[in-house]
């Protein structure tokens, strides 16, 4: 399959050459690069946001700051940056982008203008993000920016923050819909739905989602800005509105966002789990029909958000049955994560340790969710650093740790080169202890009663589990630094310096790795790829080989 | 691989997305161009129509809403039964204070809450919710209650609704403090100056709203007894419960308004699945004229 | 044929098991035990209920752990060519695959809820006795009113043994009261009224603190909660009362001298 145009011998795809083809490409690949490059710089930043934050925090009394507004700034930089920022560009851009299409065999996305438009808008919205630290009103309302307070003064640039939401939406949108068409309209001959590997399936459920909730977030954040700036008054209880219904609209779409980056990282894991194990995905269907039923159960859940916002004592109950009811496709994503351990033959390699470190962690995040969902438990942990280590353990912990696992992954078909494999292991290790040292004392902090949100704890100060969780969190933090540095060296390294890569390094099945002969530019296959009825990208025995079709006669024109 | 687009053409249709994200953040910036903000919380209530400061009149809402009606008053009814307040709860309950003596805004307020009553369709009085009107004029006895009623055009009232007389000054005081009801006895006029205003309160006696005389209308009392009915509204009426909160309190006006946001997010939903099947139609088509050669990528 | 329908049939059972833990809970209380909740404070009864959850969770966890730790190590890669080889499901083991780890989690996760719903009711049911207390939150203050013309700022006090209910609204923003070691809290906002309430049953004090971020100073808008014998909490209140009339009645007359100012003020114009 080598000789084609175009190709390198190690399967990566060429490069553009000049910068002007870099810029403006409509190229799924180059697009997915720059998805990456944008998610990986506001992962710097945020995570410096929250560097400072857990310096700050360290001990009781200022440390660094004793400015509530500039601490607050660093709170919503970290929260919302990360997560518009970061995890939904790396994981609805980056892979989608990049991996999904060759894993389908399309020779693009279904409509590559509206995927460059996409990642311009990502960049504008990061940048206008950015805009944040050097402006003198900055918002600081929270990435959740509810009513009244980011409609008061007190919040600074609410129209920054509308703005960064509405620009991060609609990219998020129009990626939406071109990678839900690509995965439904441009997979190749003869692949089946049930012959999509789980990124791909788990992709396309997180944007199915992303489009139905995303415009409802949007609206009902430009309605605070209409609010603020016009006098509107739709969440001012003096004119009529109700200041509650913003919570609501916020978690109607912020809740299923958790499932949008909880499945692509799930997915990610779900490949490099088989790739490890050379097994089959365990109960493939059923995991498929699990990913597909976290649309409807991901839809009402939203309320647990609210238990303590003075909803109805019946509405708290019942919506407290259907939260927990998102248990059983979750469980059975896990139960065929580890079936497909069994009887498998198990590599550790260095995206491996990446992915079991998530998997392990997202256990643990996974069950410290069950007793959020139960309103009464939650009077008593709601807005405390329970929720808080909560939700780092699954969405920030696990996610990043899926994300660096996916970026090893498809380290070689990005660069043509591998990782150093002890380097790789080692930033896991590093990762995976100081994440546990950051987040677990917290859980414990909470349960002793202390708050989200806080610059101090001052009320705390005679409380021996909150001031040495948060010390021990503190130290960490410093080793979640050196590994991540340790992991960029990696990086840089592996880009320069590490050993060249074969074409299919971890022995997937995939076609991303299968059909080496992508070219340069747009089209990735020279003639379209097709595969056997009985192909399936997670059979590791006798598995018919993707074909290409034969050139057709007009292909000289 | 020839494309079947000339590389200008193409070159100028890939600078289109970079156009319009320019400007998408000119934009912004004209957006972020800091305004004022518009955030007051404070009430500021209409007065009663009367001559005098209406401030004095002014409910503070935020201060009493949601306060508790003590259940455990004593009042006598006009055949001089005496009962306790907390037998009317159970159900929601609309609390009036007039004086039986009064020529005008009193029979007005009672008058004019029982005709928007007979509007109100869905509720029966009696069955669903509760009326009682209460005395502040520790003069009055049953027999002023009587020709009060008469006046009113009432011989008996309707099952649900009674009328009562408090006979002790400091009760009454507690009573009209508890619901922030203020009046004053005007020697010159030989009148009561006081607010046309009457609470809703909730089947335990918590106050849930104010209504104005020549405000409220039908559909704002039927709003505000479902409202009140809150936690306990029962599975049958979960329409009432859905239309309920459709609406929020405006107020500076008195009245319940559409909440637009609920809305606004429909149409977001709306606009999520038509932009699903929109695109899921184009691409349809697209990868068709893909497979026939008719296009390239 | 026979075998078939046999399993069909058991995995038809395994519908039911959900319902086994509910039933066991349902009969196991009584309602006369449940009316006073065995004797349990609120904060008590959630102490209990959290550590069955978190007892619940570890089992979990801890089941699933080890089943993967095992094949972890059992099926490490030996051979460069080593393949996996897990066996392929039939249609039928594949729904029993489905149904049968559905039926366990949902079983567990309505064994729990039950739990977690005997607790709601007894959180969000206030004992008729108890006393009011309005609280009005503002950037950055919790505001006590005892309903008799005292007020307080930042510091609460209520007598021992005695159920208060907070009924609770904001001048401003949302902001969100949370008494430590009571596990009570409810957001507050402008334009509703929301309300929770606690059991003091022990003397001495606790956080009173603010969980829904509020600006600037969020993590400053802390206070205490006092509980008092009930004879000091009389004697303070006595106290506090003759404060308050004392200071209203300043306010009549300062009101009073600035009327008769106003009053001079406009005779002068006439003038």
């Not at chain 1, 407290?320 to 979750?330: E, G, H, W």
């Not at chain 3, 909490?233 to 009549?252: F, G, I, N, P, Q």
């Amino acid at each position: 399959m080598s000789g084609f145009m175009g190709h390198e011998p190690n399967g990566r795809p060429g490069w553009p050459k000049t910068a002007r083809e870099w810029l403006f490409t409509v190229d799924h690949k180059v697009i997915g690069v720059w998805y990456l490059i944008g998610s990986l710089a506001s992962f710097a930043v945020a995570g410096l946001a929250a560097t400072l934050m857990r310096i700050e925090l360290g001990s009781v009394g200022p440390d660094i700051t004793s400015d509530g507004n500039i601490y607050n700034l660093w709170l919503t930089m970290h929260g919302a940056v990360m997560i518009l920022g970061f995890q939904i560009p790396a994981l609805l851009g980056f892979v989608a982008n990049y991996a999904v299409p060759i894993m389908v065999g399309a020779k693009d996305m279904a409509f590559p203008r509206v995927n460059a438009f996409s990642v311009w808008l990502l960049w504008s919205g990061i940048l206008i993000a950015l805009a944040n630290l050097v402006i003198p009103d900055h918002f600081n309302g929270m990435w959740t920016g509810y009513p009244p307070y980011s409609t008061s003064d007190a919040a600074g640039n609410t129209a920054l923050y509308t703005m960064v939401v509405v620009v991060l939406g609609m990219s998020s949108v129009f990626g939406a819909v071109n990678l839900a068409c690509t995965v439904a309209f441009m997979r190749c001959k003869g692949m089946g739905w049930f012959q999509m590997p789980l990124t791909v399936w788990t992709v396309f459920t997180a944007n199915i989602i992303q489009l139905i909730f995303v415009p409802v977030l949007a609206a009902s954040v430009i309605l605070l800005s209409l609010d603020k700036y016009l006098g509107f008054g739709f969440y001012n209880p003096e004119t009529g509105g109700d200041v509650l219904l913003y919570q609501n609209l916020f978690w109607f779409y912020s809740h299923p966002a958790v499932y949008v980056i909880l499945l692509p990282f799930m997915g990610i894991m779900f490949e490099i789990f088989s790739v490890s194990a050379k097994n089959m995905v365990f109960s493939y269907k059923s995991a498929v029909y699990a990913i597909l039923a976290f649309i409807p159960a991901g839809g009402d859940v939203w309320v647990h958000h609210a238990f303590v916002a003075g909803l109805p004592d019946w509405l708290r109950v019942l919506m407290s049955f259907t939260t927990l009811l998102i248990s059983l496709p979750f469980g059975l994503l896990m139960l065929s994560l580890v079936g497909t351990l069994y009887k498998g033959a198990i590599r550790y390699s260095g995206p491996m340790m990446w992915a079991l470190g998530a998997w392990m962690i997202l256990i643990f995040g996974a069950l410290t969710g069950i007793p959020n969902a139960l309103s009464a438990i939650d009077y008593g942990i709601s807005d405390s650093y329970v929720i808080m280590s909560h939700f780092h353990y699954v969405m920030a912990v696990s996610g990043s740790m899926a994300t660096f696992a996916g970026i090893f992954y498809w380290f070689p078909k990005l660069t043509g080169r591998i990782c150093n494999e002890t380097m790789t292991k080692l930033s896991a290790i590093g990762f995976f202890i100081g994440m546990n040292t950051v987040m677990g004392p917290l859980y414990f902090a909470g349960i002793a009663g202390m708050p989200r949100r806080y610059m101090d704890y001052q009320q705390f100060a005679d409380n021996a589990v909150i001031v040495g969780a948060q010390h021990w969190s503190t130290i960490g933090l410093y080793i979640t630094f050196l590994s991540v540095l340790l992991m960029v060296v990696t990086w840089i390294h592996g880009m320069l310096k590490g050993e060249k890569s074969s074409q299919n390094p971890w022995g997937s099945q995939s076609l991303e790795w299968t059909s080496t002969a992508l070219i340069a530019g747009q089209g990735n296959f020279p003639t379209p790829v097709e595969v056997a009825e009985d192909w399936h990208p997670y059979r590791y025995i006798d598995n018919p080989k993707p074909t290409f079709q034969p050139a057709p006669a007009s292909a000289g024109h | 691989m020839q494309l079947s687009l000339t590389s200008s053409i193409r070159t100028r249709l890939r600078l289109v997305p970079a156009m319009a994200c320019l400007c998408a953040v000119l934009g912004a910036g004209v957006f972020l161009y800091p305004g004022q903000a518009q955030a007051s919380y404070k009430s500021t209530m209409m007065a009663p129509n009367s001559e005098i400061d209406p401030e004095i009149f002014r409910i503070d809402e935020g201060h009493f809403l949601g306060g508790k009606v003590d259940g455990n008053y004593v009042l006598e009814d006009a055949s001089g039964n005496t009962f306790k307040l907390g037998d009317m709860f159970g159900k929601p309950l609309i609390l009036l204070l007039s004086y039986f003596t009064c020529d005008g805004a009193c029979s007005v307020i009672n008058r004019t809450l029982a005709n928007t009553l007979k509007g109100v369709d869905r509720w029966k009085i009696g069955k669903d919710y509760n009326v009682l009107t209460v005395s502040f004029d520790r003069h009055d006895t049953p027999a002023t209650m009587r020709v009060f009623m008469h006046k009113m055009g009432y011989d008996q009232l309707p099952q649900g609704w009674r009328m009562a007389t408090m006979r002790n000054k400091k009760d009454i005081d507690r009573l009209a403090g508890s619901i922030g009801f203020r009046f004053f006895w005007s020697p010159a006029d030989r009148i009561f100056l006081h607010p046309m205003v009457y609470a809703v309160l909730s089947p335990k006696g918590w106050i849930t709203r104010y209504l104005y005389t020549g405000k409220a209308d039908t559909y704002d009392v039927k709003l505000a007894i479902t409202k009140a009915m809150g936690g306990e509204i029962s599975p049958v009426n979960i329409i009432d419960y859905v239309v309920a909160a459709c609406h929020s309190y405006n107020y500076k006006d008195g009245k319940y308004k559409l909440n637009i946001p609920l809305f606004v997010m429909f149409g977001g939903l709306v606009l999520g699945v038509t932009l699903m099947v929109g695109g899921f139609m184009l691409a349809k088509r697209k990868r068709k004229r893909l497979d026939k050669g008719m296009v390239t990528i | 044929m026979k075998i078939k329908s046999l399993s069909y049939k058991v995995l038809g059972t395994l519908l039911a098991l959900p319902l086994i833990p509910t039933l066991v809970y349902a009969f196991e209380m009584d309602t006369a035990v449940r009316k006073n909740y065995n004797g349990l404070t609120p904060q008590a009864h959630w102490d209990e209920v959290w550590h069955e959850v978190m007892l619940d969770l570890i089992v979990i966890g801890v089941i699933y752990f080890a089943v993967a730790l095992f094949f972890m190590i059992r099926y490490k890669r030996t051979g460069h060519d080593q393949v996996g080889k897990s066996p392929k499901l039939t249609g039928q083991a594949m729904i029993g695959w489905v149904v049968i780890p559905c039926m366990l989690f949902l079983g567990d996760d309505l064994f729990l809820y039950v739990k977690a719903f005997d607790l709601h009711n007894q959180m969000r049911n206030v004992p008729a006795h108890a006393q009011t207390i309005k609280v009005t939150a503002s950037m950055w203050n919790w505001n006590y009113d005892y309903g008799n013309g005292v007020d307080t700022d930042m510091e609460l006090r209520v007598p021992v043994g005695k159920p208060v209910i907070f009924r609770m609204t904001s001048d401003d923003v949302v902001h969100s009261h949370y008494v430590d070691g009571y596990h009570v809290t409810e957001d507050v906002m402008p334009g509703r009224v929301t309300w929770e309430w606690i059991m003091p049953v022990k003397l001495g004090e606790s956080v009173i603190t603010c969980r829904e971020y509020c600006g600037a100073n969020h993590s400053k808008m802390y206070g205490k909660l006092i509980v008092m014998k009930q004879a000091d909490y009389d004697a303070w209140m006595t106290e506090a009362l003759a404060d308050a009339k004392a200071e209203s009645a300043h306010r009549v007359a300062s009101a009073a001298i600035g009327k008769v100012t106003a009053s001079k003020i406009n005779e002068g114009q006439e003038g």
